[in-house]
């Protein structure tokens, strides 16, 4: 049974306390709770002791008798990721594995569900994973700088804007958002991979974006764009192939077959995830999503287990136990 299915059915019908000890197990096998809880007192491993009454079902005791009569107890939860939260750990789950599949997130859905049954309490736990998948892509970005390019794999660039949308053309903008924002994407394209970089830039202005492009793009690559001024002539500069395309008058272009489709059809998908969790109406929050979209291509894709396995790993990094 793959992950995704074992999740499934760990999560799929009515609590019982048979269902929440399995759950508790599993956690504990994946690592995200703790297998041994030392006692404050005496520094010995505490029990897990089944407790009905309880909203996970158990709670580690310990009952040795230097403690004077005292019993000491302790959630199941602490030093876990899900230790300050009073959702299920069924509940948690279920949102992990959906936001790590991206199966209907958003907020009306989720309470539709069953998930959760406050807005406020689903932007925490949207938070919370996002910043895990925010700390792994910058840990990657840490090791190994994160570039495209090279001989086997060719690059496109292009720039395009998440500002935020008003219903009906009404509505204030939000304080902290600037209307001209731009996004510059860069996609590395080998056969049926594809991985994004994804900047947020104030202008797109060749002082802007061509640091961007050495940063992340190996020397000696084949790039593709349109016919932007700060293209022209500074990526051959730079080291770089460069074919651009004349979308005044054809999407490919008729000599060299060049075109941008790739990205193009990407920015319609991204735009559509973040537009559907209302991800671009202020700075920090875009930045996250897009962090988010770079860990699906980067990370999550190249994992043995998929999207949710590359997430159960990040949750463990990010909170160890």
Not at 56 to 85: I, L, N, P
Request: hydrophobic share 35%.
């Amino acid at each position: 049974m793959d992950l995704a299915r074992k999740i499934l059915h760990l999560c799929d019908g009515r609590a019982t306390s048979k269902s929440t000890a399995r759950l508790i197990k599993w956690l504990q096998k994946k690592r995200l709770l703790k297998r041994r809880m030392k006692c404050r007192l005496c520094k010995r491993n505490m029990q897990m002791k089944p407790r009905l009454e309880l909203r996970d079902g158990a709670q580690w005791e310990c009952r040795y008798k230097t403690h004077r009569g005292k019993t000491v107890k302790k959630s199941v939860r602490s030093g876990s990721m899900f230790e300050r939260s009073k959702i299920s750990l069924q509940s948690w789950i279920k949102f992990i594995h959906r936001f790590a599949q991206g199966l209907r997130l958003r907020q009306i859905d989720l309470i539709q569900d069953g998930v959760c049954g406050s807005t406020r309490t689903l932007s925490k736990m949207n938070k919370t994973l996002r910043m895990i998948c925010k700390s792994a892509i910058k840990r990657k970005r840490r090791r190994t700088g994160q570039q495209v390019g090279g001989q086997r794999e060719f690059v496109i660039i292009d720039e395009s804007n998440f500002c935020h949308k008003r219903k009906y053309g009404r509505g204030r903008f939000g304080r902290t958002w600037k209307r001209r924002k731009w996004v510059f994407g860069i996609l590395g394209v080998r056969e049926d991979r594809r991985r994004p970089i994804l900047r947020l830039v104030e202008k797109r202005s060749r002082h802007h974006l061509l640091p961007i492009i050495r940063r992340h793009v190996r020397r000696g690559s084949t790039i593709i764009s349109d016919q932007w001024r700060a293209y022209m002539g500074a990526l051959e500069n730079a080291g770089y192939m460069h074919f651009s395309v004349n979308h005044r008058r054809w999407f490919v272009d008729p000599l060299s077959g060049g075109h941008t489709q790739h990205l193009e059809r990407a920015w319609a998908i991204y735009k559509g995830q973040i537009w559907r969790m209302r991800g671009n109406r202020t700075e920090k929050l875009l930045k996250e999503h897009l962090a988010v979209i770079e860990w699906t291509y980067w990370l999550g894709k190249n994992h043995r287990d998929g999207l949710i396995g590359r997430l159960l790993k990040d949750i463990r990094q990010f909170f160890p136990v």
